[in-house]
């Protein structure tokens, strides 16, 4: 029976035990147990599908990735501790030594020092386009080119990237399409349905929206998440069982949160634009960001965070985080309190201002991730933060 995503989100559920509860409990076990050698040979030998060792799999997190892999319309998937062990891990598992990465610049800072740092060693390189002109991307393709990887919205200049054209270009290019999805969640858009063949998110974020727990999960097509599964098997990236219960009870009300979470950012970025202390805002449903009409076609709502630049510069955006009184200071988002955050002189400080510009991050560059609070609370002390 075909079920809508806020039903597919709270029925997907593990089967029941013999004590017939209505929420699906807790398995907190390391390992299981078999009835017979024959059911241990048969079961180590895949003849059976069932769990032998929560690194491999466990009740709770099977039951999240099957609500992740209905959600994005994925054909298998896998959980992991943290989302950059699930962007690593898919990467590793999927790259060989010689391979080649074509990716959008515009990727979280952890992904970068992947492609920059450690990948190299490996004889893994990466080439980058600018989020603004995908028409480079095949001019940087290889003959040993492997994968075309994008984050969309991208973290943290919220630019938006044709998946549409992104997928027919891989497919062209035999190329394997990885998005990591974490902005925009599968309620605010699927990419698979654009041709992307693993999606990858970090729970921790929108997933879980409440700042509570650590996650990651990868999905996509099952030959691919066969490789991915067997890599994390043996190096042992498990997401644990406390966690995958947390999070399969928070993609329940996944809906929910997102579209109040998307209502309050689209007047908090309604609100920026006209004041006369920020130079610009970027948020995808405002009819000046440059993809709005690409963000229009391929997302339900916006999604939750707002960039702004605040005149003045790097002073000026320390002067606001000093100033707010009821948002948070922190690295995180997606969380049901309002964050904000200014990356040149925290998160992206190390980087040099030539490189910061690349990936659009301004001096005075503020990221806004918009919670649950009343959004006349949320304004108010934006507001009396600007009055610099």
Not at 154 to 182: M, R, S, W
Not at 298 to 323: P, Y
Request: charged share 20%.
């Amino acid at each position: 029976m075909s079920q809508n995503f806020e039903t597919k989100a709270i029925r997907t559920q593990t089967e029941r035990s013999q004590f017939f509860e209505h929420s699906t409990p807790m398995y907190v076990t390391s390992s299981f147990v078999f009835e017979d050698a024959e059911d241990m040979r048969a079961s180590f030998a895949e003849e059976k599908e069932r769990n032998l060792y929560s690194r491999f799999s466990n009740p709770n997190t099977s039951e999240f990735v099957d609500k992740m892999v209905a959600l994005e319309g994925a054909e298998s998937g896998y959980a992991f501790a943290t989302g950059m062990a699930a962007i690593y891990s898919t990467f590793a598992a999927l790259l060989r030594s010689g391979d080649h990465i074509v990716s959008c610049r515009s990727v979280f800072g952890s992904t970068h020092s992947l492609f920059t740092k450690y990948f190299p060693k490996w004889n893994i390189e990466t080439s980058y386009f600018k989020a603004n002109e995908t028409d480079t991307i095949e001019s940087l393709i290889q003959e040993n080119t492997k994968i075309l990887y994008v984050e969309t919205p991208t973290n943290p200049g919220v630019d938006i990237l044709d998946l549409e054209y992104l997928g027919q270009l891989a497919k062209k290019h035999g190329l394997i399409f990885i998005v990591d999805n974490c902005f925009a969640t599968p309620y605010l858009q699927t990419p698979i349905q654009y041709g992307a063949d693993v999606v990858v998110h970090s729970a921790t974020k929108l997933i879980d929206g409440q700042g509570r727990v650590l996650g990651g999960v990868a999905v996509g097509k099952e030959e691919l998440i066969r490789e991915i599964y067997l890599f994390s098997r043996n190096t042992g990236p498990a997401l644990s069982p406390f966690n995958a219960w947390v999070l399969s009870k928070s993609l329940e009300t996944l809906p929910v949160r997102v579209e109040r979470h998307c209502e309050n950012a689209l007047k908090v970025a309604e609100f920026l634009e006209a004041h006369p202390q920020v130079n610009l805002v970027r948020y995808p449903f405002l009819a000046s960001h440059p993809q709005h009409e690409i963000a229009k076609q391929q997302m339900r709502l916006g999604g939750n965070i707002v960039t702004f630049e605040v005149k003045g510069g790097i002073a000026a955006g320390r002067q606001f985080l000093n100033n707010i009184q009821m948002c948070s200071l922190s690295a995180n988002l997606g969380d049901t309190r309002t964050i904000v955050t200014h990356p040149a002189s925290t998160t992206h400080s190390k980087l040099s201002e030539e490189d910061r510009l690349e990936v659009g991050i301004t001096d005075g560059l503020v990221r806004c991730s918009v919670g649950l609070e009343n959004v006349n609370d949320i304004i108010n002390d934006i507001n009396q933060a600007l009055q610099i």
